[in-house]
């Protein structure tokens, strides 16, 4: 929890003596947001690959005070983004101390509050919320009601003795409870159509309407949502009203280059053992032609968590050879990426008639990246004495049980050995499970291009002539 620093005022009296003024969470937002573009701070902490194309447009809606709702395929970052949102509020706001809903000492709209600081006046007791706790978000499902996020009558309160037309007897839903903050709304066509219609009045006119109670709360909250573009035609639909009155509508997009799919993985991955640059390059075109295979169903997406698990994988496979080998550290190595294709399988969502193909058709595209990636890493860099070593009889065996100082040892003394480590990034002196990676890489690159031989069986891969 945070702490609430202890020079803030603590009753009206003394926030209206520091000069405090109330902003709307739009205002808020708007100028915390240009003080950040003006001082080149970076008001998008995490956020990789939309720097030129969905983030101006976002600033542009968050200026214009607008309510967004993101459109894009799975694993886009969409909620990435919107949690990232909660950065631009103020760090500390003040709020009446014991009000139900979170609102300001200066501007009560309850009627209990109203009532509060009629009767203190500049004695009313003043707390103080983080930003944190300022941004609310809900995963819109099918049995999501009208209660949930709007209201409903407490039946506690009623047999307390209030009248069921006292609008106190009222239970806030998570909307309200959101006031003066930022409300995401997850899936929002996943909603039932009739549980959208209770949003309109909280987009439009900014109060809230529970059974028969006409109740005005002057709401404050920035309503956020996303959206998958099937759930139009698949699950549901965002009814017409309620897309009308959202002000902006922004497409997200998967990563636009391999260097920022890579940026993603190393930003997101948990890794339980050390995958070098190569490797996740591998992975990351392996995602794009993914991506653009006729025979994958691009309705479904390739969502940037296949990636972030595939990198996972590539490190357990790693971490368990080097378990099986006492080799330390654990570096993944090209032999690795073999666990790929039958462990994320099932997150690939293939076109009709590809049925019993599915790994035939990843494992394709996982060495189409291989070779991608190791002609960008070598371009210009002569192979040609390595192909003659393992011609000569210098066969290289590798796999689970093979540690890197093996497949070092199978070859001569070589100058091009040196230069494959450093395209690769790594330098003569450091460990031999990192050079093994390169070279490793650089012998499935004359194995795809038809200058070498490959045998394989369940435990070892030799490369011959």
Do not use: C
Request: overall charge negative; aromatic content about 4%.
């Amino acid at each position: 929890m945070n702490e609430v620093p202890a020079h803030l005022p603590r009753t009206v009296g003394e926030l209206r003596a520091a000069g405090h003024r109330p902003r709307s969470v739009k205002a808020e937002i708007s100028d915390n947001l240009l003080a950040a573009l003006r001082s080149g701070a970076d008001p998008w902490p995490g956020i990789v690959g939309f720097s030129r194309t969905v983030l101006p447009q976002l600033e542009r809606a968050l200026l214009a005070g607008h309510d967004v709702v993101l459109l894009g395929e799975r694993g886009q970052g969409k909620t990435r983004l919107l949690r990232t949102l909660a950065g631009l509020l103020d760090e500390w706001t003040p709020m009446i101390e014991g009000a139900e809903l979170a609102e300001h000492p200066l501007a009560p709209i309850t009627p209990a509050s109203i009532r509060r600081a009629a009767e203190l006046g500049d004695d009313l007791p003043v707390t103080w919320r983080h930003r944190d706790e300022r941004y609310t978000e809900k995963l819109a499902t099918p049995d999501t009601s009208v209660g949930d996020l709007i209201g409903d009558v407490d039946p506690v309160k009623v047999a307390e003795g209030r009248g069921l037309g006292d609008p106190e007897t009222i239970h806030f839903g998570l909307v309200p409870r959101s006031h003066r903050g930022l409300v995401a709304i997850n899936e929002l066509p996943d909603l039932a159509e009739r549980i959208q219609v209770a949003l309109l009045n909280v987009m439009e006119e900014r109060d809230i309407q529970v059974r028969g109670y006409t109740l005005r709360l002057p709401l404050d909250v920035l309503l956020v949502a996303t959206a998958n573009p099937e759930d139009y035609t698949n699950r549901g639909r965002i009814i017409t009203p309620l897309k009308d009155r959202f002000g902006a509508e922004i497409r997200t997009h998967y990563p636009l280059d391999v260097a920022a799919e890579v940026a993603v993985v190393r930003q997101e991955a948990r890794l339980a053992a050390e995958v070098g640059d190569p490797l996740l390059e591998v992975l990351a075109r392996f995602v794009r032609d993914l991506r653009e295979s006729t025979v994958v169903d691009q309705r479904s997406g390739i969502s940037a968590r296949f990636a972030v698990a595939a990198a996972e994988t590539v490190a357990a496979a790693a971490l368990r050879r080097a378990a099986l080998t006492g080799e330390e550290p654990a570096v993944a190595r090209p032999v690795d990426l073999d666990a790929v294709p039958a462990v994320l399988r099932g997150k690939v969502e293939f076109e009709p008639g590809e049925e019993g193909r599915e790994t035939e058709h990843l494992v394709h595209l996982l060495r189409r990246a291989v070779a991608e990636t190791a002609r960008e890493r070598f371009a210009g860099l002569d192979l040609t004495p390595l192909t003659h070593a393992v011609a000569d009889g210098h066969l290289v065996a590798t796999g689970e049980r093979v540690p890197g100082r093996e497949v070092l040892a199978a070859l001569p003394e070589l100058p091009v050995l040196h230069e494959v480590a450093q395209r690769a990034g790594v330098g003569a002196d450091e460990p031999p499970g990192r050079i093994a990676a390169a070279v490793e890489l650089a012998l499935e690159s004359l194995y795809l291009a038809r200058r070498l031989a490959k045998d394989a069986d369940d435990h070892t891969t030799v490369y011959g002539p």
